[in-house]
């Protein structure tokens, strides 16, 4: 542990503001080195962020579009340059594999180039002579300050699924990150202001429950678009609505991938291991619940615990496949649920407790993990784990498979291997889930798309990015109007406006 880690600041007013209240430790989760210590915003430091991003809503909303899609445009050009020390400081601060990390820092990226597209997303809609001499048109308009609260497992990409969106739209956005990796929102502020953007429009508060809580409660506040847990999400959806604000709050997943007997099994066990053990499995659209359905499961089991053999586990910058879980207590968490899994019945055909691992110090590891037999009263199946662990579910039928997806309180991801075109048509149109893949693992929406679940995996009826993003980030006016002649008279008529 280094003697006197550095601190980790707010960013408001556009510099470093280095807290008031407490700290919480930054760790390396593949050495379990505390690198560095987060500060925890007080209420008051978090009124002053809001302070200071409302006093910079003015000029911004009054800013051309012109100007602020340049400055869009400078932050993608700076970011496509550095991206490799955003990723960096990602992987020291989460543990996923470098590799990984570029690919979320790419991701997010999409939404930086689909919100320098603002121009065209906002154009509103005309309409001549809706009745004799009168036009209608209609604009949409920034809410003002706007709330981005963030989870630990993705730092760039998930604060970028909302503010490019907001700020391209008009908006001041104030980033609440996850207060285990906070390193990557302070950098992105710093590139922001590199890219012009005007001091207060981008506001990073650092904290845990109370800087969200005031957040949630603060009058300034118009919007809150959150991602973490599903307790989390409907605190913050419930408590948010009940003070008047907009909320998108995407929760937790159990994302199930259903294994017809047709399918390619080679094609099916790639992309089980890919999407299952990905990220170390902290990874929302993470596969986590394997349905396979007819004779298929014992040579499917095998063929992806054969692929698990080659597989690298440690620190993520040294080319490993796999790197750590986030923290000691992530780790025991997931270790636990394996050994609940064993108990109750499931046969652990890859253990990846006590795994051999590329790394120094004390890191925080747990290999790629296979459980098969297990029944949807396991707690390895009805909870949501976030680890490397893939739990193998029988069944004999294609209805048992969906309904058992459809059983499943979340609904953020799911994907269905088959060559049989009508049995995937029938699936994406009876499953109850948000985003689907046919022979496809992790089917992550393009960003000019939408991206969010059903269920308990999204508390609102806004997804994230896409058009339903612009609409979330604008409020709507629709404007009638009529310009007499110049000597012409309106007559008198107290009946009700009909064309
Ligand atoms: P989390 O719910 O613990 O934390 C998320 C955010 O909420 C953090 O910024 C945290 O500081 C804050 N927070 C935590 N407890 C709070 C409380 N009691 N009151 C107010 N704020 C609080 O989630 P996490 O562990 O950081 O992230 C993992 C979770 O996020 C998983 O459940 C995962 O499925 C989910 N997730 C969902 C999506 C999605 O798109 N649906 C995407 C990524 C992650």
Not at 397 to 402: F, H, I, L, N
Request: charged share 20%; hydrophobic share 45%; glycine share 12%.
């Amino acid at each position: 542990m280094s003697e006197n880690p550095p601190t980790v600041p707010h960013w408001i007013g556009g510099a470093r503001v280095e807290g008031v209240g407490g700290t919480a430790p930054v760790t390396d989760p593949a050495t379990g080195e505390v690198t560095a210590r987060v500060c925890l915003a007080t209420a008051e430091e978090a009124r002053t962020a809001v302070a200071s991003a409302a006093a910079a809503f003015p000029a911004w909303r009054d800013t051309s579009l012109a100007r602020r899609t340049q400055v869009l445009f400078a932050f993608r050009q700076l970011l496509n340059a550095r991206a490799p020390e955003l990723a960096a400081l990602i992987t020291a601060e989460h543990g996923k594999v470098l590799s990984d990390a570029a690919g979320e820092v790419a991701r997010g990226q999409e939404v930086v180039e689909l919100a320098c597209g603002m121009p065209h997303l906002l154009k509103g809609a005309f309409t001549e002579n809706a009745s004799t001499g009168v036009d209608v048109h209609s604009v949409r308009q920034p809410l003002g300050v706007v709330a981005v609260i963030s989870p630990f497992n993705f730092p760039a990409m998930v604060p970028m699924w909302f503010f490019p969106v907001a700020i391209a739209a008009g908006n001041c956005v104030v980033l609440k990150p996850s207060e285990k990796v906070p390193s990557a929102a302070l950098w992105m502020a710093e590139l922001w202001q590199e890219a012009g953007l005007p001091d207060g429009v981008f506001t990073v508060l650092n904290g845990s429950a109370e800087a969200v809580d005031t957040l949630l409660t603060h009058p300034d506040v118009a919007s809150v678009s959150f991602v973490g847990s599903t307790p989390v999400a409907r605190h913050v959806y419930e408590t948010g609505t009940a003070h008047g604000k907009r909320v998108q709050a995407l929760g937790g997943a159990k994302n199930h991938m259903v294994v017809l007997p047709d399918a390619d099994l080679d094609l099916a066990a790639d992309a089980a291991v890919n999407a299952g053990f990905g990220s170390a499995g902290e990874r929302c659209m993470a596969i986590s619940a394997l349905v396979v359905v007819g004779g298929v499961a014992e040579d499917l089991v095998a063929r992806i615990a054969e692929r698990t053999v080659g597989l690298r586990t440690g620190d993520g910058r040294r080319g490993c496949d796999m790197g750590p879980l986030v923290s000691a207590a992530a780790r025991d968490r997931v270790t636990g649920y394996v050994a609940a899994g064993q108990e109750a019945g499931a046969t652990v055909v890859v253990d990846g407790r006590g795994v051999e691992v590329d790394a120094d110090g004390e890191g925080f590891f747990v290999g790629p993990t296979l459980l098969d037999h297990v029944s949807t009263d396991m707690s390895v199946y009805t909870d949501e784990i976030f680890g490397p662990v893939l739990a193998v579910l029988r069944v004999d039928t294609y209805e048992q498979a969906v309904a058992l997806v459809n059983a499943n309180p979340y609904g953020n991801g799911t994907a269905l291997f088959t060559r049989d075109g009508g049995a995937a048509r029938r699936f994406q149109n009876e499953v109850q889930v948000g985003m689907i893949g046919i022979n496809v693992p992790v089917p992550v929406p393009m960003a000019y798309y939408s991206f969010g679940g059903w269920k308990s995996s999204l508390f609102g009826d806004t997804h994230a990015h896409g058009t339903e993003g612009v609409h979330f980030f604008t409020r709507g006016k629709v404007v009638t109007s009529r310009w007499p002649e110049p000597s012409g008279r309106a007559a008198l008529d107290l009946g009700f406006p009909t064309n």
